[in-house]
Each structure stands twice: as C-alpha cells, then as structure tokens.
C-alpha cells in the first residue's frame, strides 16, 4: 500500500515508483469548490513546491482550475483501449511482469482495441461478456466460464485503475462492475505416481520433458516457457529463476531429483535461441497447446478436473512431495519462492510426519504403565 504524508492545507504525497523502478513521490492538493460545494483532488507533480503554486492558483480561480483538470481528462480519454493498454503494458511495474495481463485481455483488446477508452460502458461491458458466454466449441460446451470472466474483470479493472489514477481515462467503468464470483471446484491437489507416469506417456516429447520438469522443478509454467540457458549454472547446479509472480529472485537446485539434469542433456543450447524449451523456430512454447496437450492428457488417464490452473498441479505435486521427503518449510520456500506463511501452511497440508508424529503422544509412558501393572497384581 502506497504511503500517504500530508503536509497541511490540503497538500499530501504518496510514494510510487518511477519508469525504472525508483522510489518517488507523487503530490496532490485536495481542495474546496464552493462553486460545486465539494472537495476535489488535484495533481500536483512530484515537489512540494509545485503542489504550493498549484494551491495557490486554485485559491485564485476554483472553476478555472476545474476547467482545465477536466479538459486534460478529455484529452486523455482520447485514447483507444489498445493504445491504453500498450501504455500500460510498458509503464505498470508489476512484480511479476505484464505478460499476464497481455495474456489475459488477449480477447478484451480484440474486441474494444479501436474504442475510446473513456467511452467504455457498463452497458458495453455487458453486451461483450454475453458475446462472450453464448460462444460454444463444436459439442456444444461453453468456451468460457465464470472464472475466466472474472479473471478478464481483475485484469481491465486494474488497467482502468492505474489509467484513471495517472489522468489518462476519466473514470473505471470496472469499478462498478459486478464481478461473477469464482466457481466452487476441487482444489488442485498433488498427483500420485501412477498418474504422473500415465500423463507423461501420453504427451509429445517436448511437452513431455516440460511437464516433467515442472513437477521436478516446481517452477511456474510461465517461468519454464521464458526460462534462458544464461540462468542455467550447471557448475553451481542451479536454476536461477527471475521474472516471476512474486518478483523475487530464487535458485532452484538441480540435485533436487536426477531427472532434472537429464532433461537438460536432452535439451542443448542452440545457437539461434536462448531458451531452453522452445518450438521449431525457437520461440516459447505457445501457451495454448501446452495446456490443451496437458488437459487432454489428464483427462484421457483418469485425472478429475479441480479449480485453477491445469500447471497448479505440478506445484502441488512438487510441493507433496518435498514435504514427504522430509524437507523443511524455509527450505521450500526458498526454491519454489513462497512466503514463509504460504510455505508453513503447505507444511501442514501436505507434511506427513505430523500424522506420524502423533502416534501414541497420549500413552502412558512404559515405566507408569509396569508401575500400574505391578500394584494392581499386588492388590
């Protein structure tokens, strides 16, 4: 949460961060407009000296600084929803990248690409969602659910929220936007071995040794698809995983099973690409296929569909099983880049030395229970 200091007479900054990622500071004066009887709030830049002289022309001309705040609105609002979204693709510092909400709002620039951003509607919003559900697959099945909608809501609505907070639209229309809430759905859980070996044997070789990696690895999907042989140290015998969700640099061990490092062998670094799992042309893997291969895969060997994402299985699956063997919560935390919470509350999930470690707490110790034996055959 951004930091708010006022500093008297209606002047306040809260920290932010720059193009490239520094601290700064954004100044603001909320002021009274006796013409519209109601405070407004005004930018002022990022020195306190010229939210003072902002101040000071708004005591001057209320109604003219209103004027000007909303004819700077208006010509923002002139932007197109893709040249919105470009900009904010390249300027939003999201922990983990943009590359989600590219993804995501694939669909929702297609269809808004060439509309004024300040004209989108609730009422436009409604009629695109029912578009959207009343498409089908060949059999008949809806080709979108309430999850993705509700994904593509989050995702416009924070676009919308950091144009509207930079002057560049005058309002969200997702703010009022009733979200459909997410779908009830067995959570993903940790895969058994024979389900493991079933799906791998039904997926191409590629997707295969992806799968298999994610499993070994624990990392993301989106992480293995940008993974580069510059963040592969075989000396060290680790991964070096940047760019992720969390924003957090991690190092993944490749001791942690020997598949890893055979999945390496079977993948050499090419001259063309620095990626490591790549197509023909050396491009990351597309998205799409990997999770039509995997869902297919999945349902052909018997495995019930759960909540959330189909690579949440891996995760789970890594997790399980580091758990089994006897791992330590930081220590998982560390290679997966988990907060110490989430880590300690996956140790208590999936841990089952905690189940081992009840047997008999509540016995009585062997020297009490001969003592209690001895006096009952003297009696």
């Known amino acids: 949460m951004a930091k708010t200091t006022w500093y008297g007479d209606g002047i306040y900054s809260k920290e932010r961060s720059d193009r490239d990622g520094r601290p700064c500071q954004a100044f603001f004066v909320r002021a009274w407009i006796p013409s519209e009887k109601r405070l407004r709030v005004f930018k002022a830049g990022r020195t306190i000296k010229s939210a003072e002289r902002l101040r000071l022309r708004i005591l001057a001309d209320p109604d003219a600084a209103v004027a000007k705040r909303e004819q700077q609105a208006a010509?923002?609002?002139?932007l197109t929803v893709a040249e919105l979204h470009k900009t904010f693709t390249c300027n939003y510092r999201s922990r983990g990248g943009t590359d989600y909400y590219t993804t995501v709002?694939?669909?929702?620039?297609?269809?808004?690409?060439?509309?004024q951003a300040s004209t989108v509607t609730l009422e436009k919003i409604d009629a695109y969602f029912r578009k959207r559900r009343s498409q089908r697959w060949a059999d008949g099945r809806p080709r979108?659910?309430?999850?993705?909608?509700?994904k593509e809501c989050i995702a416009a609505g924070k676009m919308f929220k950091w144009a509207r907070y930079r002057g560049l639209v005058p309002f969200n229309?997702?703010?009022e936007y009733e979200k459909p809430r997410e779908p009830a759905g067995p959570p993903a859980r940790a895969l058994t071995y024979e389900e493991e070996d079933a799906i791998a044997a039904l997926l191409p070789p590629l997707e295969r040794d992806t799968f298999l990696f994610a499993l070994d690895s624990g990392m993301r999907i989106g992480e293995i698809r940008a993974l580069t042989w510059p963040r592969v140290d075989r000396a060290a015998g680790v991964?070096?995983?940047?760019?992720?969700k969390t924003g957090k640099l991690r190092t993944v061990p490749l001791s942690l099973s020997d598949r890893l490092p055979a999945i390496l062998d079977r993948h050499p670094q090419r001259t063309t690409t620095a990626l490591l799992f790549h197509d023909l042309d050396g491009k990351p893997l597309e998205r799409d296929r990997l999770n039509r291969l995997l869902r297919v895969a999945m349902k052909a060997a018997g495995v019930p569909k759960f909540k959330g994402s189909l690579w949440n299985a891996t995760r789970k699956t890594c997790v399980s099983r580091l758990y089994d063997a006897g791992a330590r919560p930081q220590d998982e935390a560390d290679?997966?880049?988990?907060?110490?919470?989430v880590a300690d509350k996956h140790y208590r999930e999936h841990s089952r030395s905690k189940?081992?470690?009840?047997d008999g707490l509540l016995n009585r110790p062997?020297?009490?229970a001969r003592t209690v034996a001895r006096q009952a055959s003297i009696a």
């Open 75 to 78: 010509a923002a609002g002139a």
């Open 105 to 115: 709002l694939h669909s929702f620039i297609e269809a808004f690409g060439k509309t």
């Open 144 to 150: 979108i659910g309430d999850s993705t909608i509700r």
């Open 173 to 175: 229309p997702f703010l």
């Open 239 to 244: 991964i070096h995983v940047d760019g992720t």
């Open 335 to 341: 290679w997966l880049g988990h907060s110490m919470a």
């Open 355 to 358: 189940s081992e470690r009840s």
């Open 366 to 368: 062997a020297t009490v």
